[in-house]
């Protein structure tokens, strides 16, 4: 008797989509590569963050040791890339799913905070201004498209009018696929240690992790499918510009 291997094979591939599996865990500065988890907090999994009330959706949890107490220098106005990929260890070589699965799919956004020291272990109680967001084109195109397709690499542009000082940078990847309830949606970033140069005075408005998320924001409990919507707003507040 012969057995089909279809409904196997389907739920292999369910299985293998369910997680995004994305890790940032390198910066460049105008084109210049800082290397790998230089000045960056990398998770040592990666597996999603899930609860938008739990503190580790500010810069996420367990480290890859030692921690990088490398502070990566940035003048204000720079841009800067958020190097991802699917694992904590970077690119290893070529991988469908790298540097997330293509068929998961979501938003790609961007955060500063000042801080005091960018090298401190406590994250909590900052202030976060949102500065780069990539979410759903009328051509029906995600951020983790054009992540995908620029094989991991979100660029954007420090603000030329912040203050100078010590920063945390945290970029994330969300992904939606099972975000028609909560939890659903999969958050997954970390945060680079900047210091940012420059003669700027702006006080952009900010947010708290948590905080900024809540369970029943549109951009993270959808009412239909990722694959059927038309229209999309990233949760977190509007990107601030000088």
């Not at 040791?65 to 990929?85: C, I, K, L, R």
């Not at 469908?96 to 979501?106: C, H, W, Y």
Request: proline share 9%; charged share 10%; with cysteine.
């Amino acid at each position: 008797m012969k057995y089909s291997m279809a409904p196997l094979l389907s739920l292999v591939l369910l299985a293998s989509s369910t997680y995004a599996r994305t890790v940032f865990s390198a910066v460049s500065v105008n084109g210049i590569d800082q290397g790998l988890g230089v000045g960056v907090r990398v998770p040592s999994s990666n597996n999603p963050i899930k609860d938008v009330t739990s503190p580790d959706i500010i810069c996420n949890t367990n480290f890859i040791q030692p921690v990088s107490n490398a502070v990566v220098t940035v003048p204000a106005g720079s841009q800067v890339t958020a190097q991802f990929h699917k694992t904590s260890a970077g690119y290893v070589g070529p991988d469908p799913a790298d540097p997330l699965d293509p068929t998961n799919k979501g938003p790609v956004l961007a955060y500063l905070a000042a801080i005091p020291s960018a090298t401190q272990s406590s994250v909590t109680g900052l202030k976060w201004f949102k500065i780069f967001e990539s979410g759903l084109s009328a051509a029906h195109q995600w951020g983790s498209d054009v992540l995908f397709i620029n094989k991991g690499n979100a660029t954007f542009t420090i603000p030329p009018c912040i203050k100078a000082g010590q920063y945390l940078l945290r970029a994330e990847a969300i992904a939606l696929q099972s975000a028609t309830s909560y939890p659903g949606a999969q958050f997954y970033m970390s945060c680079a240690q900047l210091s940012i140069t420059g003669s700027g005075t702006a006080t952009p408005a900010t947010v708290s992790f948590p905080g900024a998320y809540k369970s029943t924001d549109p951009g993270i409990s959808l009412q239909s499918s990722i694959y059927v919507i038309d229209s999309y707003t990233p949760p977190g507040p509007a990107v601030f510009t000088c």
